[in-house]
């Protein structure tokens, strides 16, 4: 097994891409820790993963409440081996009329959150350890309505390239994986919230056109781009951005909608 012996946290591991990678984890024989914010699916994911898991509900973006879960994961688990910061929001910001406080909003989780807790992760970081940031394909999509979700998840990865240099002296490599489209519960809130069903299928079937592999992704095949991030088999990847998004970013033109 891959992570025999290693000990994982998972922000934002209760639900959509963060459980699929704690299950991965778990298979793969990490023991993990899961964050989230609301008490019934931590619950509930946590059944679902076992007894080498524990949820803890916090929000990261809280300074006491950060404080209080490292506190928790010190106690529990005396050290870590892998971060994956996990946890994130989407929302619409259209140029013109975006609301400021949304803006700010998403960057303050996305980002701000994504910061603080690998800095607060770091002294109880093993050398030789890994973090993974969830970034997304919109770093380079440029869709329109979406640059605070973009600008969010642009800064992770030049974050990330220099937390890399901060921490390569401890042999702690630092990565960024980037999902495309992906069948997660985060498609159904903020601005999707109120979408019919015919509405929802009929965006969902128009993304899988402008994707060259003509489908949208599984959470368990993020989870297995992150898996490779976290394991000795990426032992000489470092700073690096791990496109998991069918083409779509790569081969635009090789999209069912651009064939021509």
Not at 79 to 106: C, M, Q, W, Y
Not at 190 to 196: F, K, L, V
Not at 204 to 220: K, N, Q, S
Request: aromatic content about 6%; hydrophobic content about 45%.
């Amino acid at each position: 097994m891959r992570l025999s012996g290693k000990k994982a946290l998972i922000t934002g591991g209760n639900s959509g891409i963060g459980l699929a990678t704690a299950l991965r984890f778990v298979q793969e024989g990490a023991e993990v820790a899961i964050t989230g914010r609301d008490q019934k699916t931590l619950d509930e994911a946590v059944a679902l993963l076992g007894p080498k898991a524990r949820g803890y509900r916090a929000d990261v973006t809280d300074a006491a409440a950060r404080k209080v879960l490292f506190e928790q994961l010190a106690n529990d688990f005396g050290t870590l081996d892998i971060v994956f910061a996990n946890a994130g929001i989407s929302g619409r910001t259209p140029t013109g009329t975006a609301d400021e406080a949304v803006f700010e909003n998403i960057i303050h989780i996305n980002l701000t959150g994504a910061f603080v807790t690998a800095n607060s992760a770091a002294p109880l970081l093993n050398d030789g350890g890994a973090i993974i940031f969830n970034a997304s394909v919109h770093i380079s999509a440029g869709q329109p309505g979406m640059a605070a979700y973009a600008a969010s998840k642009g800064g992770l990865l030049s974050m990330a390239r220099s937390i890399a240099a901060d921490l390569a002296p401890r042999g702690i490599r630092v990565n960024v994986v980037s999902p495309g489209a992906t069948k997660t519960p985060i498609w159904a809130r903020g601005p999707r919230a109120n979408a019919t069903p015919e509405e929802s299928g009929a965006q969902a079937a128009f993304v899988a056109t402008l994707i060259p592999l003509a489908r949208w992704g599984e959470a368990d095949e993020i989870a297995k781009a992150v898996l490779f991030l976290a394991s000795d088999d990426a032992s000489y990847v470092n700073a690096t951005e791990l496109l998991v998004d069918g083409g779509m970013i790569g081969s635009p033109l090789g999209s069912p909608r651009n064939r021509g």
